[in-house]
Protein backbone atom coordinates (compact mmCIF):
# COMPACT_ATOMS: atom_id res chain seq x y z
CA UNK A 1 0.00 0.00 0.00
CA UNK A 2 1.37 3.38 -0.71
CA UNK A 3 0.18 6.29 0.70
CA UNK A 4 0.53 10.11 -1.38
CA UNK A 5 0.18 13.90 0.25
CA UNK A 6 0.45 16.87 -1.74
CA UNK A 7 0.99 19.71 -0.53
CA UNK A 8 1.77 23.34 -1.72
CA UNK A 9 -1.31 24.82 -3.17
CA UNK A 10 -2.85 28.11 -2.63
CA UNK A 11 -3.38 31.29 -4.27
CA UNK A 12 -1.34 33.32 -6.71
CA UNK A 13 -1.63 35.94 -8.96
CA UNK A 14 -1.12 35.32 -13.13
CA UNK A 15 2.46 35.08 -14.34
CA UNK A 16 3.55 33.93 -10.48
CA UNK A 17 5.01 30.47 -9.58
CA UNK A 18 4.25 27.74 -7.13
CA UNK A 19 6.01 24.54 -6.44
CA UNK A 20 3.52 21.08 -5.37
CA UNK A 21 5.09 18.65 -3.35
CA UNK A 22 4.01 15.59 -3.55
CA UNK A 23 5.21 13.08 -0.33
CA UNK A 24 5.17 9.29 -0.89
CA UNK A 25 4.94 6.83 2.04
CA UNK A 26 4.03 3.08 2.73
CA UNK A 27 5.59 0.37 -0.06
CA UNK A 28 7.35 2.92 -1.93
CA UNK A 29 9.80 0.77 -3.48
CA UNK A 30 6.41 -0.60 -5.94
CA UNK A 31 6.34 2.73 -7.63
CA UNK A 32 7.77 3.15 -11.18
CA UNK A 33 5.95 5.95 -12.27
CA UNK A 34 4.83 9.13 -10.80
CA UNK A 35 2.40 11.80 -12.55
CA UNK A 36 0.53 15.23 -11.49
CA UNK A 37 -2.84 15.73 -12.58
CA UNK A 38 -5.68 18.16 -12.20
CA UNK A 39 -9.10 18.75 -12.27
CA UNK A 40 -11.90 21.54 -12.14
CA UNK A 41 -15.55 20.79 -11.47
CA UNK A 42 -17.50 19.27 -14.49
CA UNK A 43 -14.57 18.74 -16.21
CA UNK A 44 -12.65 15.26 -16.35
CA UNK A 45 -9.57 14.74 -14.95
CA UNK A 46 -6.06 16.34 -16.93
CA UNK A 47 -3.33 14.89 -16.94
CA UNK A 48 -0.21 17.44 -16.59
CA UNK A 49 2.78 16.02 -16.44
CA UNK A 50 4.56 12.49 -15.42
CA UNK A 51 7.68 10.99 -14.84
CA UNK A 52 9.43 7.62 -14.99
CA UNK A 53 11.74 6.10 -12.09
CA UNK A 54 14.51 6.24 -14.62
CA UNK A 55 13.88 9.81 -15.57
CA UNK A 56 11.71 10.20 -18.67
CA UNK A 57 8.89 12.54 -18.43
CA UNK A 58 6.26 13.64 -20.11
CA UNK A 59 4.04 17.46 -20.39
CA UNK A 60 0.68 18.29 -21.47
CA UNK A 61 0.88 21.11 -23.93
CA UNK A 62 -1.02 23.49 -21.86
CA UNK A 63 2.22 23.38 -19.79
CA UNK A 64 4.97 22.25 -21.29
CA UNK A 65 7.66 25.20 -21.38
CA UNK A 66 5.93 26.35 -17.60
CA UNK A 67 6.03 23.53 -15.43
CA UNK A 68 8.54 21.15 -14.73
CA UNK A 69 8.11 17.31 -13.11
CA UNK A 70 11.41 16.50 -10.67
CA UNK A 71 10.95 13.52 -7.97
CA UNK A 72 13.95 13.24 -5.04
CA UNK A 73 13.92 9.41 -4.98
CA UNK A 74 15.88 10.29 -1.22
CA UNK A 75 13.53 11.52 -0.06
CA UNK A 76 10.40 10.17 -1.33
CA UNK A 77 8.93 13.33 -2.63
CA UNK A 78 7.50 14.35 -6.23
CA UNK A 79 7.77 18.09 -7.58
CA UNK A 80 5.53 20.22 -9.74
CA UNK A 81 7.31 23.55 -10.14
CA UNK A 82 4.44 25.96 -12.22
CA UNK A 83 5.88 28.95 -13.28
CA UNK A 84 4.21 31.47 -15.51
CA UNK A 85 0.87 30.63 -14.13
CA UNK A 86 -2.54 31.24 -16.13
CA UNK A 87 -6.05 31.70 -14.87
CA UNK A 88 -6.80 28.79 -16.50
CA UNK A 89 -4.32 26.55 -14.38
CA UNK A 90 -6.21 27.25 -11.33
CA UNK A 91 -7.49 23.90 -10.27
CA UNK A 92 -7.46 20.84 -7.88
CA UNK A 93 -3.89 19.12 -8.25
CA UNK A 94 -3.71 15.45 -7.43
CA UNK A 95 -0.72 12.90 -7.55
CA UNK A 96 -0.69 10.00 -8.67
CA UNK A 97 1.83 6.77 -8.43
CA UNK A 98 2.16 3.14 -9.85
CA UNK A 99 4.05 0.66 -10.92
CA UNK A 100 2.53 0.45 -14.68
CA UNK A 101 3.18 3.68 -17.17
CA UNK A 102 0.18 4.92 -17.44
CA UNK A 103 1.26 8.39 -17.97
CA UNK A 104 -1.72 10.62 -18.74
CA UNK A 105 -4.16 8.21 -18.55
CA UNK A 106 -6.30 8.20 -14.94
CA UNK A 107 -5.78 4.76 -14.14
CA UNK A 108 -2.76 4.88 -11.38
CA UNK A 109 -3.57 2.86 -8.33
CA UNK A 110 -2.43 5.38 -5.67
CA UNK A 111 -4.03 8.91 -5.63
CA UNK A 112 -3.50 11.88 -2.80
CA UNK A 113 -6.22 13.97 -2.09
CA UNK A 114 -5.39 16.72 -3.71
CA UNK A 115 -4.35 20.47 -3.48
CA UNK A 116 -6.14 23.49 -5.04
CA UNK A 117 -4.70 25.67 -6.91
CA UNK A 118 -6.10 29.29 -7.64
CA UNK A 119 -4.70 31.90 -10.13
CA UNK A 120 -6.40 35.09 -10.34
CA UNK A 121 -5.70 37.82 -12.88
Known amino acids: EVQLAESGGGSVQAGGSQRLSCLAS????????MAWFRQVPGKEREGVAA???????AYADSVKGRFTISQDKAKNTLYLQMNSLKPEDTAMYYC???????????????WGRGTQVTVSS
Open 96 to 110: AADRIDWWFVPKYQY
Open 26 to 33: GSTDTIYY
Open 51 to 57: IAIYGRT
